[in-house]
C-alpha cells in the first residue's frame, strides 16, 4: 500500500479533499457553492447530459432506457386484459412504479420498496395521470367486459440524483414506444381473444417533461441535483412542462425558498432546458 508521504503533492491535496468531502460534506459544498460552482464543475444552472435507447427490451411491450449523468433507469410496459371497475366501465388502468434496488446505490437497502421509492412512484402516477397523458377510454376493448392493464415499471440501476426526471421521461418513452396486439372481445365464449400479427400504438395526448432544482442555503437553486448535493438540500422544487412549453404543474418539496423570484427563475430556466433537449429526445 502506497504511503501518504510517498504521494505526490497533488495527490495528497486530492487525498485531503477526499476525507474533507466525507466528514463535512456540508460544509465542502457550501466551499465550492461561495465560488460560484459546483463539486462536479458544474455552474449552479448546468444540466448533465441526456440520453435515451428505446425499444431495446424485446419482450415488453414498450421499453426505453434514459441516463441523465450517471442516473440510469430503465422501463418496460407490460399489458394485460382485465375486468373494468364497475363504476368506471370504459377506463383501463395505467400502473406507474419506480424500484430503488440496492444494486443502484448504497443508500438503499435490500428488501420491501423504500419510502423514497413509493413517494417518487406517487408523484410519478400523479405526475402522468395529472397531465393526461393517455385516455383512460383508449384502454378498453369492450365495455363492461374487457379493458388493457399497463404495468409502467421502471427500475434504477444507477442512482446518481434527480431520479425523479429521468423515470419520468423513462416512462413516457416507454408509452410512445408501446404496442398493443388488436384486442376483440366474443360475447360467445366471454373470452378477450388477441392477434399474434397486427398491433396499435397508443393514444399519447400530452408529453409531460419534468425540471428538477435543489434548493440549498435558501436562496442557491441548483439545477439538476446530484446524488451528494440532494441529501444537503432545504428543499426540492420540480416544474412539469408538455411539449409545447407550457407549464404543466410545479411543486415544492421540503422547505428551501418559497419566493416568486425562485419559482420564476426555476420557470425561466426551465424553459430553456426544454428547448434544448426535448426535440432531440422525441425525434
Given at each position: 500500500?502506497?504511503?501518504?508521504?510517498?504521494?505526490?503533492?497533488?495527490?495528497?491535496?486530492?487525498?485531503?479533499?477526499?476525507?474533507?468531502?466525507?466528514?463535512?460534506?456540508?460544509?465542502?459544498?457550501?466551499?465550492?457553492?461561495?465560488?460560484?460552482?459546483?463539486?462536479?464543475?458544474?455552474?449552479?444552472?448546468?444540466?448533465?447530459?441526456?440520453?435515451?435507447?428505446?425499444?431495446?427490451?424485446?419482450?415488453?411491450?414498450?421499453?426505453?432506457?434514459?441516463?441523465?449523468?450517471?442516473?440510469?433507469?430503465?422501463?418496460?410496459?407490460?399489458?394485460?386484459?382485465?375486468?373494468?371497475?364497475?363504476?368506471c366501465?370504459?377506463?383501463?388502468?395505467?400502473?406507474?412504479?419506480?424500484?430503488?434496488?440496492?444494486?443502484?446505490?448504497?443508500?438503499?437497502?435490500?428488501?420491501?420498496?423504500?419510502?423514497?421509492?413509493?413517494?417518487?412512484?406517487?408523484?410519478?402516477n400523479e405526475?402522468?395521470?395529472?397531465?393526461?397523458?393517455l385516455?383512460?377510454?383508449?384502454?378498453?376493448?369492450?365495455?363492461?367486459?374487457?379493458?388493457?392493464?399497463?404495468?409502467?415499471?421502471?427500475?434504477?440501476?444507477?442512482?446518481d440524483?434527480?431520479?425523479?426526471?429521468?423515470?419520468?421521461?423513462?416512462?413516457?418513452?416507454a408509452?410512445k414506444?408501446?404496442?398493443?396486439?388488436?384486442?376483440q372481445?366474443?360475447?360467445?365464449?366471454g373470452?378477450?381473444l388477441?392477434?399474434?400479427?397486427?398491433?396499435?400504438?397508443?393514444?399519447?395526448?400530452?408529453?409531460?417533461?419534468?425540471?428538477?432544482?435543489?434548493?440549498?442555503?435558501?436562496?442557491?437553486?441548483?439545477?439538476?441535483?446530484?446524488?451528494?448535493?440532494?441529501?444537503?438540500?432545504?428543499?426540492?422544487?420540480?416544474?412539469?412542462?408538455?411539449?409545447?412549453?407550457?407549464?404543466?404543474?410545479?411543486?415544492?418539496?421540503?422547505?428551501?425558498?418559497?419566493?416568486?423570484?425562485?419559482?420564476?427563475?426555476?420557470?425561466?430556466?426551465?424553459?430553456?432546458?426544454?428547448?434544448?433537449?426535448?426535440?432531440?429526445?422525441?425525434?
Amino acid at each position: 500500500m502506497t504511503s501518504p508521504q510517498t504521494l505526490s503533492q497533488e495527490d495528497q491535496e486530492g487525498l485531503k479533499a477526499s476525507v474533507f468531502q466525507r466528514l463535512h460534506p456540508r460544509a465542502y459544498l457550501e466551499r465550492f457553492v461561495a465560488e460560484g460552482y459546483r463539486p462536479d464543475g458544474r455552474s449552479f444552472s448546468s444540466w448533465r447530459d441526456v440520453s435515451v435507447n428505446v425499444g431495446s427490451i424485446s419482450t415488453a411491450n414498450g421499453s426505453a432506457l434514459v441516463r441523465i449523468g450517471n442516473t440510469t433507469v430503465v422501463c418496460g410496459v407490460k399489458a394485460e386484459v382485465a375486468e373494468p371497475e364497475l363504476d368506471c366501465d370504459t377506463k383501463g388502468f395505467l400502473v406507474p412504479n419506480l424500484d430503488l434496488p440496492a444494486l443502484c446505490s448504497p443508500r438503499f437497502k435490500p428488501g420491501p420498496p423504500s419510502d423514497e421509492a413509493q413517494v417518487l412512484s406517487a408523484r410519478l402516477n400523479e405526475a402522468i395521470v395529472a397531465s393526461g397523458v393517455l385516455p383512460l377510454e383508449s384502454l378498453c376493448i369492450h365495455p363492461r367486459k374487457s379493458v388493457w392493464t399497463l404495468y409502467v415499471d421502471a427500475i434504477c440501476i444507477n442512482y446518481d440524483g434527480n431520479a425523479f426526471d429521468a423515470a419520468l421521461l423513462a416512462m413516457i418513452l416507454a408509452l410512445k414506444n408501446t404496442r398493443l396486439p388488436k384486442a376483440q372481445y366474443d360475447e360467445q365464449t366471454g373470452r378477450t381473444l388477441c392477434s399474434r400479427t397486427e398491433t396499435d400504438g397508443l393514444s399519447i395526448q400530452r408529453i409531460p417533461f419534468a425540471v428538477s432544482f435543489g434548493i440549498f442555503d435558501s436562496s442557491h437553486i441548483l439545477a439538476d441535483p446530484s446524488s451528494f448535493e440532494e441529501p444537503l438540500l432545504d428543499g426540492t422544487l420540480t416544474v412539469i412542462l408538455d411539449e409545447h412549453a407550457d407549464i404543466l404543474s410545479a411543486s415544492q418539496i421540503g422547505v428551501g425558498s418559497s419566493t416568486q423570484d425562485a419559482l420564476s427563475t426555476c420557470i425561466s430556466q426551465a424553459k430553456q432546458h426544454h428547448a434544448a433537449v426535448f426535440k432531440s429526445i422525441y425525434t
